[in-house]
């Protein structure tokens, strides 16, 4: 088996075997039987089906060594995995680990002229994450597998929590650049009233959180220019919105 899941599939069906053996050897009696009453009348079997009596008598025997053999394959192979599954976790909680020190040091990141970049970062922690939350479960069922009580990754969920805040301020941040070039120099016909209020007040919100959660930081700063850049903003919002209302006419034009 290439791992513990297949490993425990084998297992499980290993573990059938006995009942089928019992049902083999009901088909081997019955077999004996009917053999013991053709001597009885002194009735003379082929060759051939006398070494195939005496084989098929015989395979119970063969299977119960057989499945031993396996038995202790398998068990050999349960150890290795065991190790293997051990060694990858170290090596895991050194990656949450490192990861946990990028995160610690995102509050370096304080100049939106570098904000390409720093999404770019932010993307590639956001889906280390989501990958090293994919191979927590694995290693938790595994463990489950082994008979094992399921690890904690306490470390990763704290991770994941302190990154919340700074994956939002940076995505709203590279959004509200974005909308800006949309909202301003795109064409009218492209935009939907109703979504860019609500962008509008979902990026408000999401700057006032944002100047609560980094108030003793310095990256509160970006939080602070951006909230005035979109109260700055606000007066225009109905301007925007208004000139893309389904009611506007070629009339209002004139």
């Known amino acids: 088996p290439k791992d513990i899941e297949k490993l425990t599939e084998i297992s499980e069906f290993m573990a059938t075997l006995d009942e089928k053996s019992e049902e083999l050897m009901l088909g081997i009696d019955d077999m004996t039987a009917h053999y013991e009453v053709l001597e009885t009348l002194q009735f003379e079997t082929p060759q051939e089906d006398f070494t195939a ?43 949450v680990e490192e990861l ?41 069922a595994r463990e489950a597998l082994f008979g094992q009580g399921a690890t904690e990754y306490d470390q990763l969920q704290k991770v994941a929590k302190d990154f919340e805040p700074y994956r939002d301020l940076w995505l709203v941040a590279n959004d509200w650049q974005q909308w800006q070039r ?15 209020d609500k962008q509008f007040t979902n990026a408000l919100r999401s700057m006032a959180k944002a100047l609560k959660t980094f108030k003793d930081l310095a990256v509160g700063s970006i939080a602070k220019q951006l909230k005035q850049e979109m109260e700055d903003f606000r007066p225009y919002m109905p301007v925007v919105t208004a000139l893309r209302n389904p009611g506007m006419r070629d009339r209002h034009w004139d």
């Open 182 to 196: 949309e909202w301003l120099d795109g064409p009218l016909n492209s935009l939907d009233p109703d979504e860019v």
């Open 53 to 95: 009596r005496w084989e098929t008598f015989h395979w119970p025997l063969r299977l119960r060594l057989k499945q031993e053999e396996c038995n202790r394959m398998l068990e050999e192979d349960r150890v290795l995995f065991q190790k293997e599954m051990d060694s990858q976790q170290q090596q895991f909680e050194r990656a």
């Open 100 to 140: 946990a020190e990028r995160v610690a040091d995102f509050h370096k990141h304080t100049d939106l002229g570098r904000i390409t970049k720093v999404v770019g970062m932010v993307k590639d922690i956001e889906k280390n994450l989501k990958d090293y939350e994919e191979r927590a479960k694995v290693f938790n």
